[in-house]
């Protein structure tokens, strides 16, 4: 994913529309990816993931897009609440990297209510 | 399901001295834990990952003798940052990984070192 540094994209939307967070990430040989939700002073939470043989993939009021000729992932949060007010990272698994995850940057949701 | 906690999850101390943060999966086995740092409004940055039983594996960068992790159990995971100094300050998260392939992180510690 992307390093933005000290400042990270916001993304500021109206309470009930939907929202879209985008991600680049770097590497083709990346088979997993995950969507995490952070607040402030808290740990990432799992949203959703999937897998590099998928391209899309739906939750509860969210769906996660996956395009890999592009290398970007979108997160799509339907009926944005207040409550989703968070920083989102996205994250990429390379299998032959020992399973560990390289975080995207980050943006900031920020929803009025 | 799929918890992890952590403890302290806010310490302060005086530079020099030592602090050991817990890290625990309440309700799975993590065969896999890894440990992070987060400055402010930055990412989060692998510090290093650790096999229940075996020596932990640094990234590039990070002092093992600084930051001793051990992962005595399935459970458990704990970081000691060894004589801290003020620029150890930051935000230690880990995370743990079990069967499947999802790692689910632990709240967070902060720490200030003075």
């Known amino acids: 994913g992307e390093s933005v540094g000290l400042h990270l994209p916001t993304l500021s939307v109206q309470e009930g529309d939907n929202s879209i967070i985008n991600c680049a990430y770097s590497n083709s040989a990346s088979d997993y990816f995950i969507w995490y939700k952070q607040e402030s002073g808290k740990g990432p939470q799992f949203i959703i993931d999937?897998?590099?043989?998928?391209d899309k993939r739906q939750g509860q009021r969210v769906t996660v897009l996956l395009n890999k000729t592009v290398k970007h992932l979108s997160l799509q949060i339907a009926a944005t609440q207040p409550g989703d007010s968070a920083v989102y990272f996205c994250?990429?698994?390379?299998?032959?990297?020992?399973?560990?995850?390289?975080f995207g940057g980050g943006t900031r949701l920020m929803v009025k209510p | 399901g799929a918890v992890v906690s952590q403890h302290p999850s806010r310490v302060i101390c005086k530079s020099g001295t030592s602090v050991k943060i817990e890290c625990r999966s309440l309700?799975?086995?993590?065969?896999?834990m890894f440990w992070y740092r987060q400055f402010p409004k930055q990412s989060l940055m692998l510090m290093a990952t650790?096999?229940?039983?075996?020596?932990?594996?640094?990234e590039q960068g990070v002092e093992k003798d600084k930051f001793l992790i051990n992962h005595a159990s399935l459970t458990l995971s704990t970081l000691t940052v060894t004589s801290a100094h003020p620029e150890d300050s930051s935000f230690y998260i880990c995370s743990g990984q079990g069967e499947k392939e999802t790692q689910y992180f632990g709240p967070g510690t902060r720490l200030l070192v003075l």
């Open positions: 994250a990429e698994r390379t299998y032959n990297a020992g399973n560990m995850l390289t």
């Open positions: 999937i897998r590099s043989n998928m």
């Open positions: 309700d799975f086995q993590a065969t896999t």
């Open positions: 650790s096999n229940e039983g075996s020596k932990a594996t640094y």
